[in-house]
């Protein structure tokens, strides 16, 4: 996986150049917050976990994602919509070794679909949308 500095969401293909790639579904795009990523590793006694060690998509920070449940957010120019929580696979264990699924209950960050294609930026501010949105 490759740590890039702006991404670009497309309605059908999802993040662009992904290797998940997959046409219009509720798991386009996975999102995690760092604070998460830094609870999962103390959880497992290491420094830190990689967003690419759990294949998420984009990392956020200072925003609590679960409660964008069932909303629509817009991250940089592109629109997105809440489709779940990203819960843990049993790979977890194989990539984080033993305790590693339940490291990451309830930590695993969200799914979305994107609604409006765009460019996502690092630094770019995550903001929900109001309902009628």
């Not at 957010?73 to 984080?96: D, N, Q, V, Y």
């Not at 679909?113 to 930026?121: L, S, V, W």
């Not at 770019?124 to 009628?132: F, G, I």
């Amino acid at each position: 996986m490759l740590a890039i500095k702006t991404a670009n969401l497309d309605v059908e293909r999802g993040v662009v150049g992904d290797r998940y790639t997959r046409p219009a579904g509720s798991r386009q795009v996975t999102l995690i917050q760092a604070e998460h990523l830094a609870a999962i590793a103390s959880h497992l006694g290491r420094d830190q976990i990689l967003p690419a060690d759990l294949r998420r998509n984009i990392v956020t920070r200072g925003i609590n994602l679960v409660a964008l449940k069932e909303k629509r957010f817009r991250l940089g120019s592109a629109i997105l919509e809440t489709t779940g929580e990203c819960h843990p696979c049993s790979r977890m264990e194989e990539i984080l070794g033993v305790g590693g699924y339940n490291a990451v209950r309830g930590l695993g960050g969200i799914t979305a679909r994107i609604i409006q294609g765009g460019r996502a930026d690092v630094g770019d501010d995550l903001v929900a949308l109001p309902s009628d949105t």
